[in-house]
């Protein structure tokens, strides 16, 4: 099917962060774009007022008429979605013209220079902060980010005239194996989604496969502490990536009073005195990714300088919510167990003489099986740990397997308790708050206001 004769386009599961930016998308083309998602959230709303119809309830009456049109439409459904939902069905027992979140943006995306974030972690606040330095820079950009950046206030950015397109590449259920990138960085091969790939080496053998698709004339910027044996094509040139080694990283690193200043190096120019928009040390190694995606990219140095001192980061993403002399206060989308321990060694960093507390919900019963003593390694880098319940996301429950799990595996004198949701509030406010962040992939985040705004009343 052609993208530019199809009128509406219908989405299976429209609230999350990658499909919305695909909305964001077609409703710039002028296309009717309509939906289902289980539950309303910010993101959903936003969507219906910029155009979007969506509904919550798992109804093929709900479907629009124009949606119902099989020659006309477009159906994009993301893989969270269980293969037997209502609509699903009717749409594929109908011979509509179904496709994958992923499918699609590799079709969009085929014409343009794509210059792809790939890895466990890392890859949303990376592609991000590559995106803002391009678009402003000369060289512009469009991206379809997996956050809402808080320069532009969406994950979506256009523009007319770049010949760049900057994509988060997601390994989930293979999905990045669609793009045909021009440039790539990854970041780390953690293994993760086992319940897809069953073994590190298929999860590893994934991003391999990933490194063949890269375009000759191309690069691939790769983290140098990583096991993967890259495979590119010939005229595809590979330079590694680190914190302070490698062909791009950060030497002459300055942390104090709340600020960061690294002097960047590439193979060909050095930058100096550059700040961090978001001063968390693992922002220096996402910023040297992210200024050697630019610099290879065309933008000049004094653009990258400008760019990473007015990043202002993305939602979830070591988002701060209160900073002050009394309380501190942040969210993070850490869930993998290595992405924690960098989340936590982050903020020891700038808190070094204070009790940092963490609320921690674990995403997916699998991940919680596969890796319940790995996190229970990283929580304990921790002064305190309140776990919550597991959050199931597309899975049905396991037997015996619960936050319990990580709870016994916490070493020991650690301060811990579990927690159901609703009772967040509670809790904290019989505690002696210092430094708190909030840890998950789940709906942990719709607590936060309120958290927010009852720490601010009692500081």
Not at 247 to 260: L, S, T
Not at 289 to 301: I, P
Not at 332 to 358: F, G, M, N
Request: hydrophobic fraction near 35%.
């Amino acid at each position: 099917m052609n993208i530019e004769n199809i009128k509406s386009v219908y989405f299976v599961g429209a609230g999350g962060i990658g499909m919305s930016a695909l909305i964001r998308y077609f409703l710039s083309k002028g296309k009717l774009v309509a939906g289902y998602d289980r539950t309303p959230s910010e993101l959903t709303e936003h969507l219906i007022a910029e155009g979007a119809q969506i509904h919550y309830e798992e109804n093929v009456n709900l479907i629009p008429e124009a949606c119902k049109d099989k020659e006309a439409t477009l159906v994009i459904y993301t893989p969270a979605v269980p293969q037997e939902h209502a609509e699903l069905a009717y749409f594929r027992n109908n011979g509509f013209e179904i496709q994958k979140r992923a499918q699609v943006l590799g079709t969009i995306t085929h014409s343009s220079k794509g210059l792809c974030v790939a890895g466990t972690h890392g890859k949303t606040t990376t592609s991000t902060m590559a995106a803002h330095l391009l678009h402003q820079s000369h060289v512009g950009c469009t991206a379809f980010l997996g956050g809402i950046s808080k320069n532009y206030e969406t994950n979506l950015l256009l523009s007319q005239s770049s010949p760049y397109t900057v994509i988060e590449a997601d390994e989930f259920d293979r999905s990045f194996h669609w793009l045909s990138p021009y440039m790539s960085v990854i970041t780390a091969t953690d293994p993760d989604h086992l319940d897809i790939y069953g073994t590190e080496e298929a999860y590893l053998e994934s991003f391999r496969h990933y490194t063949t698709l890269i375009q000759p004339g191309g690069a691939l910027i790769i983290h140098k502490d990583i096991t993967l044996k890259p495979d590119v094509q010939s005229g595809v040139k590979v330079y590694t990536y680190a914190r302070t080694e490698g062909d791009f990283h950060a030497e002459n690193i300055r942390i104090g009073n709340g600020e960061i200043f690294i002097d960047f190096v590439a193979p060909d120019t050095r930058i100096n005195d550059i700040q961090l928009g978001v001063p968390v040390s693992i922002n220096i190694e996402n910023g040297v990714a992210a200024m050697a995606l630019a610099h290879l990219s065309g933008a000049t140095d004094e653009e990258i300088k400008r760019g990473m001192a007015s990043f202002r980061g993305v939602d979830r993403r070591f988002d701060f919510k209160i900073k002050n002399d009394k309380v501190v206060f942040l969210s993070d989308y850490a869930h993998h167990p290595a992405e924690i321990a960098q989340s936590v060694k982050s903020i020891r960093d700038l808190y070094q003489d204070k009790k940092i507390t963490a609320i921690f919900q674990p995403h997916l019963y699998t991940r919680t099986r596969d890796f319940y003593k790995e996190f229970a390694a990283s929580l304990s880098l921790l002064d305190e740990v309140i776990l919550v319940d597991i959050y199931p996301a597309r899975e049905q429950p396991i037997p015996g397997v619960t936050s319990q799990l990580i709870y016994d595996n916490l070493r020991p004198g650690i301060e811990k308790c579990m927690c159901k949701k609703e009772e967040i509030l509670n809790l904290l406010s019989q505690k002696q708050i210092e430094v708190l962040i909030t840890l998950g992939a789940g709906d942990i985040d719709n607590y936060v206001p309120e958290i927010t705004k009852q720490l601010s009343i009692e500081n």
